[in-house]
């Protein structure tokens, strides 16, 4: 079942379908994200989690137009108001990139070029989509850079990015992100790099953002925590495909997958035990040349061996409807939990 078959006839913000994006290497086929479908509505905020290598990154950077289309295989579509990102020719994306969509990236160095000022890079970000002179996209830049909260802005606008400190940079990408108001911005970890009370401020300054132009945001997180104060949905991402989604707070409270429950047990703040060191899931990733058979997760999952005709190792799970809210989708053989067992095998969440 496809998440855009969920919604009503209204055509969605951005409806991302049946998203494939694969990398063709010496060593094989790359299958970096597999039919990966979810819509984000203008003003609402979308959290995708999963662990290192399950495809956010790559399946945000496919929206974004910025795989190089030789080496990457990208299949599906992606429906921006209704434009099929996948097919736009390059003129096109340029223009929608930066403008409408923007993003900011995993690591501040890749986007900020060394050798111009902060300034003339948030200043060419306004100059490529807005009519303006030089001093107005520079007191753009200067406005941005304030906003993001770097002190002395009017000054530090002239430095060069190995002149600002790592937060200081981050945020500094995070302006330039931001010059054009763009209605879709997806942030790649946007504070991972951060202290913990700058985090809270670029946190608190996406959601005024938000507040203030109706922005769509795509947050993609190790952080659970992040995930709880700013997303309303939630897509958790295994292997490259969506193993669950639903509602920030029906995933993160009753969530029904077992790689959501062992995210989740990672993550004892949320499930109220401080005290309880961090559980990370034991297992590691699987190869994306030679994906397992049928679910991904059963090389890792406690529950494959209970239960019957080895369904777990043969058989891929279809995305369904969960047990217990509406919209929710689960990607797993385990019965709906008011079925069966679950409470009982689903230790200290929910
Ligand atoms: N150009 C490429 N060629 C081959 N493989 C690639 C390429 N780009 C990404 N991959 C692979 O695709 C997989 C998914 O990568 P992606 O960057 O989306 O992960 P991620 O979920 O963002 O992880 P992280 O949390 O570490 O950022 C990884 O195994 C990565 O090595
Ligand atoms: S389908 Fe089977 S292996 Fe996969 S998560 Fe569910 S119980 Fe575990
Ligand atoms: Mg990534």
């Known amino acids: ?41 203008l003003g609402r905020t979308l959290g995708i989690v999963g662990e290192s290598g399950s495809g956010k990154s790559v399946s945000s950077m496919a929206i974004m137009g910025l795989h190089d289309r030789r080496r990457a295989k990208i299949s599906g579509s992606i429906r921006l108001q209704g434009t099929d990102l996948v097919d736009v020719d390059d003129d096109r994306m340029r223009r929608i990139r930066g403008n409408v969509v923007s993003m900011i990236f995993q690591d501040p160095l890749s986007s900020l070029h060394p050798f111009y000022t902060i300034g003339d ?87 005024d953002l938000q507040r203030e132009f109706g922005s769509a945001i795509i947050i993609i997180t190790h952080d659970l925590g992040v995930v709880a104060e700013m997303a309303d949905d939630v897509l958790v991402m295994y292997a490259g495909r969506c193993v669950e ?24 703040h949320l499930t109220g035990d401080p005290g309880q060191p961090l559980t990370p899931i034991k297992g ?33 799970p279809e995305l369904r409807p969960g047990g217990r809210g509406a919209g929710h989708l689960v990607r797993c053989h385990l019965p709906n939990p008011d079925e069966i067992f679950v409470d009982e095998i689903q230790p200290r969440i929910g």
């Open 245 to 268: 989604y639903g509602k920030g707070k029906e995933i993160l409270t009753r969530p029904e997958h077992p790689y959501t429950w062992g995210l989740l047990s990672s993550a004892p």
């Open 284 to 316: 590691s990733p699987p190869s994306l040349v030679n994906l397992p058979s049928g679910c991904s997760f059963h090389p890792r999952c406690p529950y494959a061996s209970r239960l019957p005709d080895d369904r777990c190792v043969e058989l891929l």
């Open 1 to 41: 079942m496809s998440m855009n078959e969920t919604t009503n006839s209204q055509q969605p913000f951005l409806a991302v379908e049946d998203l494939t994006v694969r990398f063709p290497t010496p060593d094989g086929v790359v299958n970096a994200v597999t039919e990966l479908s979810y819509n984000v509505e």
């Open 121 to 207: 890079q948030i200043s060419e970000a306004y100059l490529a989509h807005n009519k303006a002179s030089k001093a107005q996209a520079r007191k753009r830049a200067i406005e941005l850079l304030e906003r993001v909260g770097i002190p002395q802005a009017g000054r530090r606008v002239d430095d060069y990015p190995h002149q600002f400190s790592g937060g200081m940079r981050q945020r500094a990408m995070i302006a330039m992100a931001l010059v054009n108001d763009p209605q879709l911005l997806i942030a790649d970890e946007p504070t991972t790099a951060l202290d913990v009370t700058v985090q809270a401020q670029i946190l608190d300054l996406l959601q």
